[in-house]
């Protein structure tokens, strides 16, 4: 069974830039969860959706980024414009739902650097 | 202010030896607690997943336990391999889902043959 998916990698952009990312999540896991995890830190939640619909978004900076997951399966994560702080790791991960103990399952993520 | 505080914040074993890294919560209320693995440019991998009412889960090598009175819990690894080196995150829930989970820093942990 594939695991969480995301691309790119790895990306490098300047200042006030747009950049985009894409996870595709495990296969009949109706949740899926954005999380920023800066060096030496744990990761922090950006955005929940439970199918197509985003349920906690409350810590999602709204001003520079914005988030889909138009069909309920994969979802992309934009900022615009990136600030130099906005350089981290951005992990995505799904389960089958939120509310029961569902393991959580992550990607490999995507290192951004922002110059 | 719900936190996860994990200590040592890195650590340096002997291949072969044994360590136990150790995780204190102030998350209130608590449902469950759980342990990830991260290896170097991955996303988290879990280990275990304990309810209030467990007080200790193993898996493999791993074993975590739970002292739901004290909040704290600590993970022993056992006989440590090359493989084992990645930072281990402590994380724990309000709840039964996975809606408010608070992540502790983690621990780094190297293993030098």
């Known amino acids: 069974e594939a695991g969480v998916v995301q691309s790119p990698r790895y990306k490098i952009i300047e200042k006030k830039q747009p950049v985009a990312f894409w996870c595709n999540p495990i296969s009949g896991h109706n949740t899926l969860y954005w999380y920023l995890q800066n060096l030496g830190q744990g990761p922090e939640l950006l955005i929940r959706?439970?199918?197509?619909?985003?349920?906690?978004d409350s810590q999602l900076p709204k001003d520079r980024f914005s988030a889909e997951r138009l069909k309920g399966v994969d979802s992309t994560l934009k900022i615009q414009p990136a600030e130099l702080g906005d350089s981290a790791v951005y992990l995505c991960?799904?389960?089958?739902?939120?509310?029961?103990?569902?393991?959580?399952?992550f990607g490999p993520g995507t290192r951004l650097t922002v110059t | 202010k719900n936190q996860v505080e994990q200590s040592p914040q890195s650590l340096i074993i002997l291949e072969g030896k044994n360590c136990t890294l150790q995780?204190?919560?102030?998350?209130?209320?608590?449902?469950?607690l759980r342990w990830y693995k991260q290896d170097t440019g991955r996303g988290p991998v879990s280990l275990t997943i304990?309810?209030?009412?467990?007080n200790t889960k193993s898996n493999g090598r791993y074993t975590a336990t739970l002292d739901a009175d004290t909040k704290q819990s600590s993970l022993h690894i056992t006989a440590s391999q090359l493989s084992d080196s990645a930072s281990y995150i402590c994380v724990v829930s309000p709840n039964f889902g996975n809606e408010k989970l608070t992540f502790g820093t983690g621990t780094r942990l190297t293993i030098i043959p």
């Open positions: 959706y439970e199918n197509e619909e985003a349920v906690d």
């Open positions: 304990m309810t209030f009412s467990e």
């Open positions: 995780c204190n919560y102030t998350v209130s209320p608590f449902s469950n």
């Open positions: 991960a799904s389960s089958l739902a939120s509310g029961e103990t569902y393991e959580q399952y």
